[in-house]
Antibody, heavy 120, light 108 residues
Framework: QVQLQESGPGLVKPSETLSLTCSVS????????WTWIRRPPGKGLEWIGY???????NYNPSLKSRVTISVDTSKNQFSLKVSSVTAADTAVYYC??????????????WGQGTLVTVSS | DIQMTQSPSSLSASVGDRVTITCRAS??????LNWYQQKPGKAPKVLIF???GLQGGVPSRFSGSGSGTHFTLTIASLQPEDFATYYC??????????FGQGTKVVIK
């Protein structure tokens, strides 16, 4: 059973870079595709970006210039970096597996999420 | 970009009620529509895939329907553990996805 756990600083200063890691257990990270999603306080879910099992990435156009997603297969982890953060980047950040359920693409499972606050 | 619009944004209901949530896409997405449930402090979990497929382990009181631009999630008889926020998500434009803004179901 695949399990995911996010980790990283809970507080980031404005204009700095937010860095999070998602540790995957229960299977090889190379077998699947992975995604990052966030939920700002009081708002809905926002898809951030995706990395395939071959290392291809795709990002939300609204964040594309500031986001980088990468994979470390040796550690069975993938990471998110968001540069030049502002208060608008304050959110609970989730990592999730992007795969197929009965042939339909879904996010399953998800990590528990980690709150990142942008404040000086 | 495909925009997903849910209605209502919140609703109050009683245990045993039949509840329906609507999701509309700004352009046709066939049946590439998933539904997720999120309880406070918990990660979202998938309930419905492909507009009407029930994810394993999800109670049969949950059902989904629709195609094209109009979709619904129905809870046949609301249970105490169903009070949560529900999100629709289109998987038509992979690998770019969008969610609805969410529908919060609260106790009346």
């Amino acid at each position: 059973q695949v399990q995911l756990q996010e980790s990283g600083p809970g507080l980031v200063k404005p204009s700095e870079t937010l860095s999070l890691t998602c540790s995957v257990s229960g299977d090889s990270i190379s077998s699947y595709q992975w995604t990052w999603i966030r939920r700002p306080p009081g708002k809905g879910l926002e898809w951030i970006g995706y990395i395939s099992n071959t290392g291809n990435t795709n990002y939300n156009p609204s964040l594309k210039s500031r986001v980088t997603i990468s994979v470390d297969t040796s550690k069975n982890q993938f990471s998110l970096k968001v540069s030049s953060v502002t208060a608008a980047d304050t959110a609970v950040y989730y990592c999730a597996r992007d795969w197929y359920s009965s042939g339909w693409r879904v996010f399953d499972p998800w990590g528990q999420g980690t709150l990142v606050t942008v404040s000086s | 970009d495909i925009q997903m619009t849910q209605s209502p944004s919140s609703l109050s209901a009683s245990v045993g009620d039949r509840v329906t949530i609507t999701c509309r896409a700004s352009q046709t997405i066939s049946t590439y529509l998933n539904w997720y449930q999120q309880k406070p402090g918990k990660a979202p979990k998938v309930l419905i895939f492909g507009a009407s497929g029930l994810q394993g382990g999800v109670p049969s009181r949950f059902s989904g329907s629709g195609s094209g631009t109009h979709f619904t999630l129905t809870i046949a008889s609301l249970q105490p553990e169903d009070f949560a926020t529900y999100y629709c998500q289109q998987s038509y434009t992979t690998p770019t996805w969008t969610f609805g803004q969410g529908t919060k179901v609260v106790i009346k």
